[in-house]
């Protein structure tokens, strides 16, 4: 079962996980990435480093995908390098992702959306993910909508927002933690985009401790986004359903459903 922790090396990271690795200023990524590649060869996984050209540390060249060359996706390439891992007979893929901001602004949904695809690779395929992200180039708002998406976190956890979603099973998302005006633009952006892939979400949400208004609000516009789909909150507590109703969200056209 996977469950948010906190890990204290990379010894620690197992088969599934998507974790975020937030680096100080004075953190080397080459000595980062070259700890990376053999802990992975020693485990006989196939290790992928996703992120430019380093101008030193040649010995990663073979290693590097650069986002800035890839044709299609990052997830794409990513689903590639595992097919080709499993042909080659590694154990598994280990994906290394330097992450690098777009702009000066809190990160975009495409951000958000990019790491959606990658906690969903990670938990379907049981390759293992880490997202690092440069405390130099990342500001405190933007670290904290990038945590939402990761379950597991490298050292010091970041500050992020009072909640995670994160995959669970084949079919279900768990929400953990409380939904709060700070996270509700980055819960409404998560939702919509799964509902753009299938017709009905289910969110585990025996985790879940609240909505406030804003977060009931995001909830509410998501499932308008497209009424044909619906979101299903499974195991929702009676604080959750009793404000949900007593706000007015619980009507027709809002096809949000909770089931025990």
Known sequence: MRAPRTLAGLDEVDTGDHVCQVLDRAADVIDRSRAFVADGVSHGDKVVIVGPTPRAGNEFAQLVLDPARLEGSLLAAVRREAANADREGFGSLRVLHHARPVGRDEPPAELLRSELDLEEFAADTGALVVCAYSGADWDSSALRQIGCLHP???????????????RTGKEGWTVHGIVDSEGAAAFGTILCTLLGRRTAVRLICHDLEF???????????????????????????????????????????IPVVMAP
């Open 152 to 166: 597991h976190h490298l050292g010091s956890r970041p500050v992020s927002p009072a909640f995670q979603v994160y």
């Open 211 to 253: 909505f406030d208004a804003a977060g009931m609000t995001a909830l509410a516009d998501a499932a308008r986004h497209l009424p044909d789909r619906k979101i299903i909150l499974e195991g929702a507590n009676e604080t959750v359903r009793h404000a949900w109703e007593l706000s007015g969200f619980s009507v027709p056209d």
